[in-house]
């Protein structure tokens, strides 16, 4: 075994790897209007953080306001009520569970049309025999002239349209399977999903396909049609879809989904509304539901039932959407002007918002749209933005905002750092100070478990001192001196 020089030095201390992150501030349940209610009976019944509620219902509230109407912004610009909104949270923080309760009523909408499908289906099916055989009739009749035939083809219309897929979200996404299953899909989709790896660790955000999908999904947050040229198809344009977003992902995951260049430059982070609540973990021990958390929350589930049903008997083309227009009051207006106003003076390098000015660039929008989506939840059929509900989308966003600067100044969105923070957590479950490369990748965390993750990751556990290199082969090293002193403090 070859032995480096060095032995260890008591004063050679540790270096943090992140910079003390501070507290950050409570996530306004209070603030959320209509929503409030709901967001803090889910709270109450999972036990998980008022932050990773209120997502959940916000993000399923939009997805039921999102084809009901559109929101009109004082510049004149008529924008969606779709959000994309990202919650970072680790292992036992209640995802799955929160997911469940606040999509129920979606799961169970989705089971319906499944049902209606299987009818639709059958009767599709002979309905397009039935087309078929009458256009064969037509093309074989030797009586007919050119003309006769081409207007009893005419007659006879296109072929039967086949019934529209039973689902309102996935999990997974590709632009490229999202554009074409959306000719036959419901103009009003999500991906919602408590497996964000499936997201930000899938095909459509590896590296040859990143930035056509953000590109894809910044247009569908923008509004645009969504269009799609095959020279075996020609060009298909898609007007009248809208898509909602909640991935729930691993604080890893989330870190390098934020943290990538790529997608901050090219404009999809500004679009994200992003949560990395503190862990419960520890301090929830078992109580019975709260009966009246429990009514709150079924009260809820009905209503996002009725708004996803007012939905469809509101598609006027039943595969376009034809929103209805949501105004400002003038005292929303004012409001919005103001908060417009704000941002905007504090987004320069040594304003409050310098740091995250991508998103701030687009923050009065985002209120504009989570105040249209709890007037569409308080009221099934609004045309207009009120004072109060405007009030909910601005408290809403100063949060984020402040929570963007938060992730951003401490580095917490470097998973470089993260999957170092990793190891050491790792190696502070584990009896001894010494760590093999290779027990590592094999028994070690996740992120670590190749080359390509290992690697960099000592280095960077060698270049903060946490690690000190003893032998080359096998690859060996020994924790710093009183370093679990270190690690705890």
């Excluded at 256009?135 to 019934?163: C, H, M, W, Y």
């Excluded at 529209?164 to 036959?184: H, R, S, V």
């Excluded at 991935?247 to 994200?272: I, Y």
């Amino acid at each position: 075994m070859a032995i480096c020089d060095n032995p260890p030095d008591a004063q050679d201390r540790p270096l943090p790897l992140f910079p003390p992150l501070p507290p950050g501030a409570a996530y306004p349940l209070a603030a959320l209007g209509p929503l409030a209610g709901p967001g803090r009976a889910l709270a109450e019944v999972t036990q998980c953080a008022p932050a990773i509620a209120a997502h959940a219902v916000l993000a399923a509230a939009a997805l039921a306001a999102q084809p009901v109407a559109d929101i009109l912004l004082p510049f004149g610009q008529r924008r969606p009520l779709s959000l994309f909104l990202f919650t970072i949270a680790g292992s036992g923080e209640r995802k799955t569970t929160v997911d469940n309760e606040a999509c129920a009523p979606i799961h169970q909408f989705e089971a319906e049309l499944r049902e209606e499908n299987r009818r639709a289906l059958e009767t599709h099916k002979a309905k397009t025999l039935a087309w078929e055989n009458q256009r064969k009739r037509i093309e074989s009749n030797r009586v007919f002239d050119l003309e006769t035939q081409s207007r009893e083809l005419e007659k006879l219309g296109p072929a039967p349209e086949k019934p529209m897929a039973p689902f309102l979200t996935t999990g997974d996404l590709t632009i490229e399977g999202l554009a074409k299953i959306w000719a036959n899909a419901r103009p009003s989709l999500g991906v919602f999903t408590a497996e964000g790896g499936t997201f930000t660790g899938g095909h459509g955000m590896s590296e040859d396909a990143k930035l056509r999908t953000a590109a894809a999904l910044s247009e569908l947050w923008d509004g645009k049609p969504v269009k799609r040229l095959r020279a075996s198809e020609g060009v298909t344009i898609m007007a009248g879809r809208r898509l909602a977003l909640h991935v729930l992902v691993q604080p890893e995951a989330g870190a390098a989904f934020l943290a990538d260049g790529a997608l901050r430059d090219q404009g999809l982070l500004s679009r994200v509304l992003v949560a990395a609540p503190r862990p419960r973990a520890g301090d929830r021990l078992f109580r019975e539901p709260d009966p009246e958390a429990l009514a709150e929350l079924t009260a809820y589930q009905q209503r996002i039932a009725g708004l996803l049903r007012l939905a469809v008997a509101t598609d006027a083309s039943g595969r376009e959407l034809r929103p209805n227009l949501l105004k400002m009051s003038n005292d929303a207006r004012e409001i919005w002007r103001a908060f417009f106003d704000e941002v905007e003076l504090e987004s320069h390098g040594e304003g409050r918002y310098g740091a995250v000015r991508d998103f701030a660039s687009k923050a009065a929008e985002h209120a504009a749209r989570i105040a249209g989506v709890v007037s569409v939840y308080r009221d099934k059929g609004p045309t207009c933005v009120g004072a109060a509900d405007m009030r909910t989308g601005v408290h809403l966003v100063r949060w984020y905002l402040g929570e963007g600067d938060r992730l951003y100044r401490t580095a917490r969105t470097d998973p470089r750092l993260l999957r170092a923070q990793s190891v050491l957590n790792w190696m502070a479950s584990q009896e001894s100070d010494y760590l093999n490369m290779r027990t590592m990748m094999r028994n070690g965390p996740q992120a670590v478990r190749t080359k390509a993750g290992a690697e960099p990751t000592l280095a960077m556990l060698e270049e903060h001192r946490w690690l000190r290199k003893i032998s080359d082969s096998p690859r060996t090293y020994v924790m710093a001196h009183d370093w679990r002193a270190a690690f705890q403090a």
